[in-house]
């Protein structure tokens, strides 16, 4: 059983969400500020962390930059009531993996929470596979049948992601924010250059495709079984 951390300030909001997780066949584990929530960790294995930004003595931000300064990668879903762009962008480049805007959806966070144990199992061993396509997160390759192709960093870090969430959409404005240096003059056309780019390098494997959602963004889906 996952062991998924609530760090969260508001009483009534943190025991809804360890009652949702509870039923859903997680361990909760409550922290009621960001102090707590360090000292959890010392004492208590922790597969995914659910934190609030707004939080006393130890906001969000500074816990995420926390753990990762500590070389501690355990995935982080931030869940806050702060929407703007500037806020993500902050959440991002303090480590956070996810980010989800109150008042949250049950089913969306659960989804949410799934696909990002299964990108840390990912992470874990270095290596994502869809049908007989393997990534190799370590050399930046996409072997498939004994063909083995290099990828550029951006391009492969893009199929990476998009494979790890097969079937979630994902806004150019978010590849943009989790691929591309934010201070950079790059604009969001870029992502639509590399899509192309994989399109074609890939356009004869038959284990997946990246599909456009018009009016949304992209998302990879699987045609030969699951991504694992």
Same mark, same amino acid.
């Given at each position: 059983?996952?062991?998924?951390?609530?760090? #969260?300030?508001?009483?009534?909001?943190?025991?809804?969400?360890?009652?949702?997780? %509870?039923?859903?066949?997680?361990?909760?584990?409550?922290?009621?500020?960001?102090? +707590?929530?360090?000292?959890?960790?010392?004492?208590?294995?922790?597969? @995914?962390?659910?934190?609030?930004?707004?939080?006393?003595?130890?906001?969000?931000?500074?816990?995420?930059?926390?753990?990762?300064?500590?070389?501690?990668?355990?995935?982080?879903?931030?869940?806050?009531?702060? #929407?703007? %762009?500037?806020?993500?962008?902050?959440?991002?480049?303090?480590?956070?993996?996810?980010?989800?805007?109150?008042?949250? +959806? +049950?089913?969306?966070?659960?989804?949410?929470?799934?696909?990002? @144990?299964?990108? %840390?199992?990912?992470?874990? %061993?270095?290596?994502?596979?869809?049908? +007989?396509?393997?990534?190799?997160?370590?050399? @930046?390759?996409?072997?498939?049948?004994?063909?083995?192709?290099?990828?550029?960093?951006?391009?492969?870090?893009?199929?990476?992601?998009?494979?790890?969430?097969?079937?979630?959409?994902?806004?150019?404005?978010?590849?943009?924010?989790? @691929?591309?240096?934010?201070?950079?003059?790059?604009?969001?056309?870029?992502?639509?250059?590399?899509?192309?780019?994989?399109?074609?390098?890939?356009?004869?494997?038959?284990?997946?495709?990246?599909?456009?959602?018009?009016?949304?963004?992209?998302?990879?889906?699987?045609?030969?079984?699951?991504?694992?």
């Amino acid at each position: 059983m996952f062991h998924i951390m609530v760090a #969260e300030d508001d009483t009534n909001t943190r025991k809804l969400m360890c009652t949702v997780l %509870s039923q859903n066949g997680y361990e909760p584990v409550p922290a009621v500020d960001g102090a +707590d929530a360090l000292e959890v960790l010392d004492r208590q294995h922790i597969d @995914l962390i659910l934190l609030d930004v707004m939080m006393p003595k130890i906001d969000g931000f500074e816990f995420v930059r926390t753990l990762r300064e500590g070389g501690c990668n355990i995935p982080v879903l931030m869940v806050t009531a702060r #929407e703007t %762009s500037a806020d993500k962008i902050l959440g991002f480049r303090a480590g956070t993996d996810d980010y989800m805007v109150k008042p949250v +959806d +049950d089913e969306e966070m659960l989804l949410r929470i799934a696909a990002l @144990l299964r990108r %840390s199992n990912i992470a874990n %061993s270095h290596k994502l596979t869809a049908g +007989d396509t393997v990534l190799d997160y370590d050399a @930046l390759t996409v072997s498939r049948k004994g063909a083995v192709q290099e990828l550029p960093n951006k391009e492969f870090m893009l199929l990476f992601k998009l494979l790890s969430y097969q079937n979630k959409i994902f806004t150019r404005r978010q590849l943009m924010d989790e @691929l591309w240096d934010m201070e950079s003059d790059t604009d969001e056309r870029t992502i639509d250059v590399h899509i192309n780019r994989l399109r074609e390098r890939f356009r004869d494997n038959d284990d997946f495709e990246i599909v456009t959602v018009r009016g949304l963004g992209y998302k990879a889906v699987i045609k030969n079984g699951t991504a694992k």
